[in-house]
């Protein structure tokens, strides 16, 4: 038997007219129409297209709810097993629209959603992450490939091929990167990439530098005699028996624990759990990692107004930036509601 | 200089009345293994065995040793740890190749590893591949853990000169030779070949995050150069508690693959310059000073290119950044070799330092992927270690014996000397 595949193209490519039939409402058509009907070829007796949604871009794009709801009704009824939009090559409205639509049924379904884009279209950014977006050129010039990938990777989501890298496949990648196994090991390819750098000829490295967020720092704090003061760790202190499950690394958590009847983190009530040092010492005194007791002796000699009742903690080490930075948005943002002025943040 | 690898090719190993080595078998006399790594420190000691194929997990495991020992131009193994000081790399050494031995016990909880022998683990760890001769010892009470590292990591060279030792006599089913001359003379000899340095980043870090060359610990050193010989016999031991997946064992030091992947060029299309082992320290004006000085020395040996590898993620990355940095900046051409930290659904961004410089990237894969390794009919040390381990959880054992694990805590998973194959790609 085929699995079943639903098209979704615009008001151009489903001859309805240009930009003045922008409006078009969606309406059904139970067989292939422009593009679908090549790429019914492309798919051969393995996938049979059971209906197309012709649908405006001005119509989408200014009623998008509406729209989004529409064409998800008629997809819907026609139980698909696996839905497509355009190409929409470098077409705004177009890309915005098929990568709307691929989200929800990608969502809403659960079958897979195919589209294509060339890079620059705006759809891109906005829906990369959540749908298979294949690879186009900026016009459709680049028809016939476009829908000759969009069926070679959608028949293999259909069948649970395991795919390789987005560039081998041909789609745009949803900013994920995941394990395999290569050809030549580590030290091959880097002397070979060397060897290509040294003589000027193309390389391509295998990670593409990030760009970090520059924070701006707090200003400084004005009147330190009457500022409340918080400490947070990333060095793993936890109360004995890490009572809520802190990883000892890699960490998708953090925890936060009363300190205010305390005057030191003794080694009976607290211990380090971090995974990546050698917590001999934290384990004999946990105030080597958390300055409780110091910050007391302070607080009591009035060198500054007090401390926060409350230790934030987690473990630093293997934790991805986007965990460490969800952490420290959220703590952040605890400690500026609670009045907190300054932060002692203690790594390891 | 000039250094005769003897390989012995070991296809099975096997207890026996007399250590030795017959038709690919190695036999292993059990009691006498044992008398030799005997030390105070250590209230038992045992010996296992563990073949490729086989439904066995090791853990925890702290490091990895291929046993060697000198034919000529020294004795014994390891100068400087369990031979008399002399410089490693001329003459013969015997290799037991195929062999490994394995030390294990919980000696910091979380920064050993596992080793599976067969199933989904065994496809990212290269000792799976060996027939290892597990040294599981319990130390006495109250041991201080760098006493029980100190002891565990000499024990591990002891066994390994041991093994190998016995089996001196034994003809080896192939010789790999390494010859090269100074600096000035190969330059000499390939003038129009790029001169590529690679520089060995090595944690050095203090707290049982340490990398010994000569027995010592190179802590408190200044990058140096070696020449490839030394590295390939024996000079560089592995003294890391640290995420086991990108720790470079002391088996990996000896069969380091960027060393034979230069070595193999060297006067085809690259000239070889040498290893400069580039201490990574925890402040930042020693990683300043490392990067520093390791450029300094490819400027002056004139290299036109650096291979640089890491050890270690999160803050070695910022050792990696500046090396590159620096090296760039001198106008060598650079190309680093790393693993990623990207988060267990891959979505994060890879590193925990980045610089523009660093444009030529070789990927050993994300620390973080999780993957399910299944139950094994026998486990060698503590099978519940993994709830400390790095990459591993409370959770991760489950009840069958399956685990639910971080590729971080497979020794070697993503060594970032490149000697796997795994790399990471966008999907």
Known sequence: MSYRVVCYINQFYGGKGGEEAADFKPALVKNPVGPGLELQKFFGDEAVIVGTIICGDGYYAEHIEKARAECLKMIQDLKPDMFVAGPAFNAGRYGVACGDICATVAESLGIPSVTGMFPENPGVELYRAQIFIVKTEGSARGMKEALSSMARLGLKLLKGTPLGPAREEGYIHRGIRKNFFKEKRGSLRAIDMLLQKIAGKTFETEYEMPVFKKIPPAPPIKDLKHATIALVTSGGIVPRGNPDRLRVSSSESYAKYDISGLDDLTPDKFESIHGGYDRMWANLNPDVVVPLDVMRELERGGEFGKLHPYLYTTTGTGTSVANAERFGREIGRELKEAGVDGVILTST | ?427
Request: proline share 4%; glycine share 10%.
């Open chain 2, 1 to 427: 200089m000039r250094l005769e690898l003897h390989k012995v090719k070991v296809r099975d190993v096997r207890w026996g009345d007399v250590t030795k080595l017959e038709d690919g078998v190695l036999y292993v006399d059990k009691a006498s293994a044992i008398k030799e790594v005997a030390d105070e420190v250590f209230a038992k000691v045992d010996l296992k065995l563990a073949r490729p194929g086989e439904s066995i997990r090791i853990i925890p495991v702290k490091d990895c040793i291929e046993p060697r020992v000198k034919l000529s131009g020294g004795r014994d193994y390891f100068p400087g740890f369990v031979s008399p000081m002399q410089r490693a790399g001329s003459g013969a050494t015997l290799v037991l190749d195929g062999a490994a031995v394995v030390t294990c016990g919980s000696i910091v909880a979380f920064q050993e590893g596992f080793i599976d022998m067969s199933g989904e683990g065994a496809r990212y760890t290269p000792f799976s591949e060996t027939n290892n001769v597990v040294l599981v010892v319990e130390p006495i009470e109250g041991l201080d853990k760098h006493k029980y590292e100190a002891a565990l990591r000499i024990a591990g060279l002891k066994l390994a000169t041991y093994l190998a030792k016995a089996c001196m006599d034994s003809k080896a089913d192939e010789v790999a030779t390494f010859e090269k001359g100074t600096v000035a003379e190969e330059s000499a000899k390939f003038p129009d070949l790029p001169k590529i340095l690679y520089v060995c980043m090595s944690i050095a870090q203090g707290l049982l995050h340490d990398t010994y060359v000569y027995g010592t610990d190179v802590k408190s050193s200044f990058p140096f150069l070696l020449h490839p010989n030394e590295v390939l016999d024996g000079a560089v031991v592995s003294g890391n508690c640290v995420s086991a997946c990108d720790k470079n064992t002391t088996y990996h030091h000896v069969n380091n693959p960027v060393v034979c992947d230069l070595y193999a060029r060297h006067g085809k299309d690259v000239n070889f310059l040498g290893v400069v082992i580039s201490p990574e320290s925890t402040v930042l004006a020693g990683k300043e000073r490392s990067a520093s000085m390791s450029a300094a020395l490819g400027v002056e040996l004139g290299a036109d290119g650096v291979v640089i590898t890491e050890e270690g993620y999160g803050n070695p990355d910022t050792d990696l950044c500046l090396t590159a940095k620096y090296f760039e900046q001198a106008g060598i051409k650079t190309v680093v070799i790393s693993d990623e930290a990207s988060g267990t659904d891959g979505k994060s961004q890879s590193l925990a330092d980045a610089t523009p410089e660093m444009n030529a990237f070789v990927s050993t894969g994300n620390v973080n992927e999780m993957i399910v390794v299944p139950p094994m009919k026998e486990v060698i040390g503590d099978a519940g270690a993994i709830a400390l381990l790095s990459g591993g959880s409370a959770e991760s054992l489950r009840e069958d014996g399956s685990m639910y694990v971080e590729l971080q805590s497979i020794i070697g998973s993503t060594v970032e000397i490149g000697y796997g194959r795994i790399g990471c790609e966008w999907v």
